[in-house]
């Protein structure tokens, strides 16, 4: 049955939302006939209520994308793929206020940034994964004379996306662009926190002319409509961006079902090191983005910062400036820098985690408070010093604006203090010594490695996690790896069978 649009006023724009359950093309009612609130983080208030999806509605939704990949997208031709992906950039251009509303008050991120990041690197994703749909190559190899052999790079098939509530409208485009060019089909589930903005975009993914079945989205949550796509039979390949705790359940859901391939794009606690050399107020913005960014929900936040003792206490000095004179509030203002954190069960978190480090013996520097007044999940900008590296701030990943500053002495400590975390998303180097730049970066165990600055990510570069921080890369050319699987073509030109007389 079909779940109609609803119409929401958000900062005095009317936006229409669906609110159903995205399969073949159409957005119909979920079985079971449950709905759930999305709330806006910013007042507490429900925005809006959409349909929950169930364990039954991901099957259907299997069927349909199964359907959709062996009935001709698969073997589609990949200049169309692309050709549909730019007609979905340009429509979400042409969309993107009130695509940019919906994903501000859903999410709570500020409207500045959704405006310079999310929204520019999501249709620029969308393009250049467009660009690359004719272009995935496989190769000739000199096997033994009288033989001819090559590869073929061959979509896998059904692939099920599992999002969080961070980035929800960058991470459904960067699950779903790789995917379609490809020649995959999909069903994507988006964060229960956070659905608004892709079921917008399925909107688009309709206009733009997708076949029926090629995505297919189903709201929901993790334990209900996230374990039934962990665990399904037809499902051949599992992306997932999350806690590395889920990741986890993920993986052995995979692994006790059909194998199906996982790739997994988890936590971080990731070390920033400034050196004597660097240029100090370079250093202190960069940190503080690489912490501040999305009010700190970001998996490769740059939370331990690492200062050389020469320049600890003037580092100290500026970034704590630099922090105490971020402007919290309103995300829709256009000069706030940071908005609430995104939902209630990550606020208390953060906060919970802040009298962790108290308690534990770390000096509460800065911040540290709810913002008083506010019916949303606003947090101060928080700095901690004096902490080691045994306290839970120094090793959990808060996922909130709270950061440690630790002084060190010499390189080799601080390579050391650096990779003690199980994490390994990213690290970041400020130094003007490039010897020692490269240095640090060849020994830093990190999936990304920033030199000078921090929190830059570009769809043309691989994006993932060395150790407990994933499995798989995403964007670049190499998550098209993940996206395809290689066959083998042997044949024979006029080698005789080895048995024969
Ligand atoms: P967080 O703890 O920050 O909310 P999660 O890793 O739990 O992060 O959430 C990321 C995504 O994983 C969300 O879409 C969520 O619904 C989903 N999820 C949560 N639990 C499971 C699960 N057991 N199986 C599959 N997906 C899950």
Redesign the pocket.
Same mark, same amino acid.
């Given at each position: 049955m079909a779940a109609p649009s609803k119409k929401v006023t958000i900062n005095g724009r009317e936006v229409s939302i669906p609110t159903g359950l995205f399969i073949n093309n159409e957005f119909v009612k979920a079985r079971g006939g449950k709905t759930f609130e999305v709330e806006d983080p910013a007042t507490a208030k429900v925005l809006l209520s959409i349909e929950e999806g169930q364990p039954e509605d991901v099957d259907i939704a299997v069927k349909a994308a199964r359907k959709a990949f062996e009935s001709g997208w698969a073997e589609s031709d990949p200049a169309w793929r692309g050709s549909l992906l730019l007609r979905l950039a340009d429509l979400l251009e042409k969309d993107q206020e009130d695509v940019i509303a919906i994903e501000v008050a859903d999410s709570g991120k500020t409207l500045k940034q959704a405006q310079t990041i999310d929204l520019p690197g999501a249709i620029g994703t969308i393009r250049y994964y467009a660009s690359w749909a004719d272009k995935v190559y496989g190769r000739t190899a000199s096997t033994a004379p009288g033989t001819f052999s090559y590869t073929l790079r061959e979509p896998i098939g059904v692939c099920g996306q +599992? +999002?969080?509530?961070n980035f929800p409208l960058l991470m459904f485009i960067w699950k779903i662009a790789p995917a379609l060019a490809t020649g995959n089909t999909i069903v994507i /589930? %988006?964060?229960?926190t956070t659905p608004l903005s892709a079921l917008k975009m399925c909107e688009l993914i309709k206009e733009a002319g997708f076949p029926p079945g090629t995505v297919n989205l189903v709201s929901g949550? *993790? /334990?209900t409509v *996230?374990?039934a796509?962990?665990n399904h039979m037809d499902i051949d390949k599992l992306a $997932?961006t999350? %806690?590395t705790a &889920?990741g986890r &359940? +993920?993986l052995k859901a995979a692994a006790s079902s059909n194998l199906k391939k996982v790739t997994l794009e988890l936590g971080g606690k990731s070390p920033n090191i400034v050196f004597p050399d660097a240029d100090l107020s370079q250093a202190v913005d960069w940190s503080v983005f690489g912490i501040d960014m999305h009010a700190g929900q970001v998996c490769h936040a740059g939370s331990r910062i690492y200062v050389h003792e020469d320049i600890y206490d003037s580092f100290l000095k500026a970034f704590t400036d630099k922090m105490a004179a971020i402007k919290v509030g309103a995300n829709f203002s256009g000069d706030t820098d940071q908005g609430p954190q995104q939902n209630k069960l990550?606020y208390d978190r953060i906060l919970s985690l802040i009298e962790a480090g108290k308690k534990e013996g770390a000096t509460l520097h800065f911040g540290g408070q709810p913002l008083p007044d506010r019916d949303g999940y606003f947090i101060e900008p928080t700095i901690f010093t004096d902490a080691t590296s045994d306290m839970k701030i120094v090793k959990e990943e808060i $996922?909130g604006p709270v950061v440690v500053i630790i002084k060190f002495r010499s390189e080799e400590e601080v390579l050391a203090l650096a990779n003690d975390t199980r994490y390994g998303l990213a690290a970041g180097v400020h130094t003007k010594d490039y010897q020692r730049a490269i240095r640090m970066t060849k020994k830093l165990k990190a999936g990304t490695t920033w030199v000078n600055m921090f929190n830059y990510i570009h769809w043309s570069m691989p994006f993932g996690g060395y150790k407990e921080s994933g499995i798989g890369r995403e964007l670049g050319g190499e998550v098209l790896d993940n996206y395809t699987q290689v066959k083998t073509v042997f044949f024979n030109m006029d080698v005789p069978a080895p048995n024969s007389a």
């Open positions: +599992i +999002i969080p509530w /589930k %988006s964060a229960e949550y *993790g /334990k *996230g374990a796509m962990a $997932f999350g %806690s &889920t &359940t +993920i990550q $996922f």
